[in-house]
């Protein structure tokens, strides 16, 4: 519960904040991780877990968008990623 709870607060506390990587909200999530246990060692560090949900939920609106959705824009975001790296190496030419 104590994890739900952290969750809940942060989501919470961060209605109408659009730059999500402060201090503070760092910390929440820092905390949230911290609170996980798992069944098995992850195969990622705590900073690439926490990277992971804070994209998860920069990009789901605060977890209101559902997995598909976060995947397509998380795919779309790539896509773009990947036209820029390409057009900055073509420039460089």
Not at 28 to 42: F, M, Q
Not at 48 to 67: A, C, K, P, V
Not at 84 to 92: F, P
Request: glycine residues 4%.
């Amino acid at each position: 519960m104590y994890t739900v709870r952290q969750l809940e607060e942060l989501v919470t506390d961060t209605i109408g904040i659009t730059e999500l990587e402060t201090i503070g909200i760092q910390r929440k999530l820092e905390t949230i991780i911290g609170s996980i246990t798992y069944r098995e060692k992850p195969n990622k560090t705590s900073k690439e877990i926490y990277q992971e949900i804070l994209d998860r939920f920069t990009w789901s609106n605060r977890f209101e968008l559902n997995n598909e959705e976060v995947e397509e824009l998380l795919k779309g975001a790539d896509e773009n990623n990947s036209e820029k790296e390409e057009q900055t190496e073509n420039s460089l030419l």
